[in-house]
T-cell receptor, first 110, second 114 residues
């Protein structure tokens, strides 16, 4: 079935460092791809999405590009802040079901 | 704007006890979902309701039942709790079941079964 695999964490960075979280997917069709973020004690929030190949989703300085040729949707941010400390989930949605990766915990130190 | 509200926030049960997790959304969304979150496994879909009056099984439905009470409310019931059901449960809703309709999540219910 359709699934996503994302890099394992935890990831620890210093403020202003560059962040990349790898995500690859397996799908029979062309699903929409998402990144969700979970801050401590909260539910998941949509961070960005892309609905077709070569689309770039962006929000709050984060970007991800839907790469059909490499079946990837890597998340990047050029300069992280302490407030970006959270768990990040890659997800795909071919229909009703939204399938999540295992999540990557990111900690940013001042 | 409350969004998706889940109750309770925390619950401890003994093996064999039953309970119902409540979820309500005020965004007039058609579709609602229940997920469980376990360390290292991401979120797994338990049940979903594409629209009022319909429910369907997700990846891990065993041991659970759901009720779509009306358009706003979607409850999850554990009839006989087991330690394997210790988890954080999230309710979510979306305008529709289409690919481009993002999910909005509640803040979760942390359940411990002893």
């Amino acid at each position: 079935g359709d699934s996503v695999t994302q890099m394992e964490g935890p990831v620890t960075l210093s403020e202003e460092a560059f962040l990349t979280i790898n995500c690859t997917y397996t799908a029979t069709g062309y699903p929409s791809l998402f990144w969700y973020v979970q801050y401590p004690g909260e539910g998941l929030q949509l961070l960005l999405k892309a609905t077709k190949a070569d689309d770039k989703g962006s929000n709050k300085g984060f970007e991800a590009t839907y790469r059909k040729e490499t079946t990837s949707f890597h998340l990047e941010k050029g300069s992280v802040q302490v407030s970006d400390s959270a768990v990040y989930f890659c997800a795909l949605r071919p229909g009703y079901k939204l399938s999540f990766g295992a999540g990557t915990t990111v900690t940013v130190r001042a | 704007n409350a969004g998706v509200t889940q109750t309770p926030k925390f619950q401890v049960l003994k093996t064999g006890q039953s309970m119902t997790l409540q979820c309500a959304q005020d965004m007039n969304h058609n579709s609602m979902y229940w997920y469980r979150q376990d360390p290292g496994m991401g979120l797994r879909l338990i049940y979903y309701s594409a629209s009022e009056g319909t429910t369907d099984k997700g990846e891990v439905p065993n041991g659970y039942n759901v009720s779509r009470l009306n358009k706003r409310e979607f409850s999850l019931r554990l009839e006989s709790a087991a330690p394997s059901q210790t988890s954080v449960y999230f309710c979510a809703s979306s305008r529709s079941g289409g690919e481009n309709s993002p999910l909005h999540f509640g803040n979760g219910t942390r359940l411990t079964v002893t």
